[in-house]
């Protein structure tokens, strides 16, 4: 005759499901988060081009948000562009937006916004742009950031 022991050890049973819960809150910190790239796309007519990609294989990013600036000795400079906020990138899909002037915070900087193009182009300032999104389902958020530099 077979015999089953089914014996209960209460301390097993918690930690085995507090480590269940800590592997799955790992999990789905990993595997839902926005997935963002941002690439240089040029410069047409006096505005810089930046392609921002949704790079995820299932979900949407949302709430997605653009900062510009240029950065010179230090000083930050703001830029607008012609998307600063929308609301979702699709699966596998871009958006590109362009830069179309200084911020009213910026408009101290007396070469305008056609010298600081000028001068990035001539390698003396830094294009940073910053993307904030938003994994569809969760709602957990990251910030993307990359700097361009001509010749980069």
Same mark, same amino acid.
């Given at each position: 005759?077979?015999?089953?022991?089914?014996?209960?050890?209460?301390?097993?049973?918690?930690?085995?499901?507090?480590?269940? &819960?800590?592997?799955?809150?790992?999990?789905?910190?990993?595997?839902?988060?926005?997935?963002?790239?941002?690439?240089?796309? @040029?410069?047409?007519?006096?505005?810089?081009?930046?392609?921002?990609?949704?790079?995820?294989?299932?979900?949407?990013?949302?709430?997605?948000?653009?900062?510009?600036?240029?950065?010179?000795?230090?000083?930050?400079?703001?830029?607008?562009?012609?998307?600063?906020?929308?609301?979702?990138?699709?699966?596998?899909?871009?958006? =590109?937006?362009? =830069?179309?002037?200084?911020? *009213?915070?910026?408009?101290?900087?007396?070469?305008?916004?056609?010298?600081?193009?000028?001068?990035?182009?001539? @390698?003396?300032?830094? &294009?940073?742009?910053?993307?904030?999104?938003?994994?569809?389902?969760?709602?957990? @958020?990251?910030?993307? *950031?990359?700097?361009?530099?001509? @010749?980069?």
């Amino acid at each position: 005759m077979i015999h089953f022991d089914f014996s209960f050890d209460l301390y097993s049973f918690i930690l085995a499901i507090i480590s269940s &819960l800590i592997a799955t809150a790992i999990l789905f910190l990993f595997l839902f988060k926005p997935r963002i790239k941002i690439e240089f796309d @040029g410069i047409d007519i006096n505005n810089f081009r930046i392609k921002v990609t949704n790079r995820s294989c299932f979900t949407q990013a949302i709430n997605v948000k653009i900062e510009a600036c240029v950065l010179i000795n230090g000083n930050t400079f703001h830029l607008k562009t012609d998307l600063e906020n929308f609301l979702a990138i699709p699966v596998k899909d871009n958006r =590109t937006f362009k =830069t179309i002037s200084l911020h *009213e915070a910026a408009a101290v900087y007396e070469q305008g916004y056609e010298g600081l193009i000028e001068k990035f182009l001539l @390698g003396n300032c830094t &294009l940073r742009i910053r993307v904030h999104a938003q994994h569809e389902w969760s709602n957990f @958020g990251k910030v993307f *950031e990359k700097k361009f530099k001509k @010749g980069m």
